[in-house]
Nanobody, 115 residues
Framework: QVQLVESGGGLVQPGGSLRLSCAAS????????MSWYRQAPGKQRELVAT???????YYADSVKGRFTISRNNAKNTVYLQMISLKPEDTAVYYC?????????WGQGTQVTVSS
């Protein structure tokens, strides 16, 4: 059974930084894509960043230059380094894994950017 567990969320002041982690267990090796999504109160869940197993990345325009997605395939872990955080980055951040037509989601971690 595949499980994704996010960690690293919290409260940070505007301009601050956070690093999110998502550890996957019960997975099998092979081509896959890992992504970070976020959902703010009253809004739809939106894609933040994606990384393939080979390291190709995609970023939403709203986070380009501020967020960096990376992964450690040996540890089945994906990271999201966030800098220059803004109040509008406040949301629950979710990790997602796409593999062989299956989609798996983590439970989410809250990120709050506020002074």
């Amino acid at each position: 059974q595949v499980q994704l567990v996010e960690s690293g969320g919290g409260l940070v002041q505007p301009g601050g930084s956070l690093r999110l982690s998502c550890a996957a267990s019960g997975v099998i090796s092979g081509i896959n894509t890992m992504s970070w999504y976020r959902q703010a109160p009253g809004k739809q869940r939106e894609l933040v960043a994606t990384i393939s197993v080979s390291g190709s990345t995609y970023y939403a325009d709203s986070v380009k230059g501020r967020f960096t997605i990376s992964r450690n395939n040996a540890k089945n872990t994906v990271y999201l380094q966030m800098i220059s955080l803004k109040p509008e980055d406040t949301a629950v951040y979710y990790c997602k894994r796409d593999q062989f037509g299956y989609v798996y989601w983590g439970q989410g971690t809250q990120v709050t950017v506020s002074s």
